[in-house]
């Protein structure tokens, strides 16, 4: 995404969250979601970041949900893009359901050492290609990322966009916040004809669709 974005003049930030990526010598049993947000929210204010348009996809939307209540002066909106939104004192394994949150659990416990739940599989229709360039960059991830509820005071919040991918396929765990932001005012509702990740399975059809958003006042 991050050419598309240059190409159609937008300065990029993608922020790595503490214990995945290039930052994945740093992980340890201790990291949770506030690390998260206080990673993206530390690249807001180092970089002086304004009229930012903040994009949370899967998990990300729990970390962009705590991001936009910590640094709310410094952003335009919000885009969630197939990704969990989460309410007051709610966590990735309440939203996930109890089913889910138990084989999360028993895979940090097994292949995880404990702490770390290993990625998620990819979308079946995911390129090979893409499928072999991903893999060796994904990580396993905090187990407490996924088991802190958030915190949140603020009783206005910034305007909201919620991309549904309609592929997602079996166990879908967004269809529920795709509902929400069909009904609740506040939301405003997009689908994209993609599995999980648009970004990597279709960006050129994500990016139009985030101009789009991005265009919008």
């Given at each position: 995404m991050r050419p598309l974005f240059r190409?159609?003049?937008?300065?990029?930030?993608?922020?790595?969250?503490?214990?995945?990526?290039e930052r994945a010598h740093l992980s340890n049993p201790e990291i949770d979601?506030?690390?998260?947000?206080?990673?993206?929210?530390?690249?807001?204010?180092?970089?002086?970041?304004?009229?930012?348009?903040?994009?949370?996809h899967s998990y990300g939307g729990m970390v962009a949900t705590g991001v936009a209540e910590k640094a709310r002066r410094r952003i335009a909106r919000v885009v969630y893009l197939d990704a969990f939104a989460p309410k007051d004192g709610e966590s990735l394994f309440d939203l996930v359901g109890p089913q889910a949150a138990e084989n999360m659990l028993g895979k940090a416990k097994g292949e995880g050492g404990g702490w770390r739940v290993p990625?998620?599989?990819?979308?079946?229709?995911?390129a090979p290609a893409d499928v072999s360039w991903a893999t060796p960059r994904?990580?396993?991830?905090?187990?407490?990322?996924?088991?802190?509820?958030?915190?949140?005071?603020?009783t206005e919040p910034l305007p909201r966009h919620y991309i549904y991918a309609k592929k997602s396929g079996p166990g879908d765990v967004f269809r529920q916040f795709a509902?929400?932001?069909k009904s609740d005012s506040g939301w405003k509702y997009y689908e994209i004809d993609?599995?999980?990740?648009?970004?990597?399975?279709?960006?050129?059809?994500?990016m139009a669709l985030l101009t789009r958003i991005m265009a919008d006042k």
């Amino acid at each position: 995404m991050r050419p598309l974005f240059r190409d159609a003049g937008h300065e990029f930030f993608s922020p790595t969250y503490t214990g995945l990526g290039e930052r994945a010598h740093l992980s340890n049993p201790e990291i949770d979601l506030s690390t998260h947000i206080n990673d993206v929210a530390a690249v807001l204010d180092f970089e002086d970041l304004k009229d930012v348009t903040l994009i949370g996809h899967s998990y990300g939307g729990m970390v962009a949900t705590g991001v936009a209540e910590k640094a709310r002066r410094r952003i335009a909106r919000v885009v969630y893009l197939d990704a969990f939104a989460p309410k007051d004192g709610e966590s990735l394994f309440d939203l996930v359901g109890p089913q889910a949150a138990e084989n999360m659990l028993g895979k940090a416990k097994g292949e995880g050492g404990g702490w770390r739940v290993p990625a998620m599989p990819m979308p079946p229709d995911t390129a090979p290609a893409d499928v072999s360039w991903a893999t060796p960059r994904r990580r396993s991830q905090p187990l407490k990322s996924f088991e802190q509820k958030i915190r949140l005071q603020s009783t206005e919040p910034l305007p909201r966009h919620y991309i549904y991918a309609k592929k997602s396929g079996p166990g879908d765990v967004f269809r529920q916040f795709a509902e929400r932001a069909k009904s609740d005012s506040g939301w405003k509702y997009y689908e994209i004809d993609a599995s999980h990740n648009p970004h990597i399975t279709c960006p050129q059809d994500l990016m139009a669709l985030l101009t789009r958003i991005m265009a919008d006042k």
